[in-house]
């Protein structure tokens, strides 16, 4: 009897040193996926700003773009009156 009481006794101790590293690796885990949150958040920040100043930079271009069709139609206008004096598909 003594050696079975002494078997369960190892058993019930490796199953404490089980439960203790599975509650140490449980910890790290939580650890982890802490950090991954936190580098997710952070990314998706990155990413929200790269976002904004991608619109910025497309809605200057596209003013640009404006500006210049504006510009090239008035440099049209007047490119004819200061060659000849007459105005574009008048003989």
């Known amino acids: 009897m003594n050696a079975e009481i002494q ?3 190892s058993t019930i101790e490796a199953v404490k ?24 958040l952070a990314k998706t920040s990155i990413v ?7 619109a910025k930079i497309h809605d200057e271009l596209r003013a640009a773009d ?8 008035k440099l049209q206008m ?4 200061a ?4 105005e574009p598909g008048v003989s």
């Not at 439960?19 to 936190?38: F, W």
């Open 7 to 9: 078997e369960k006794v």
């Open 17 to 40: 040193i089980n439960n203790i590293e599975l509650a140490e690796r449980l910890v790290e885990l939580e650890k982890e996926a802490a950090n991954l949150k936190a580098e997710n």
């Open 48 to 54: 929200e700003e790269w976002q904004r100043e991608n």
């Open 66 to 73: 404006r500006r210049v069709g504006e510009l090239e139609a």
């Open 78 to 81: 007047q490119v004819p009156k």
């Open 83 to 86: 060659v000849g004096g007459s």
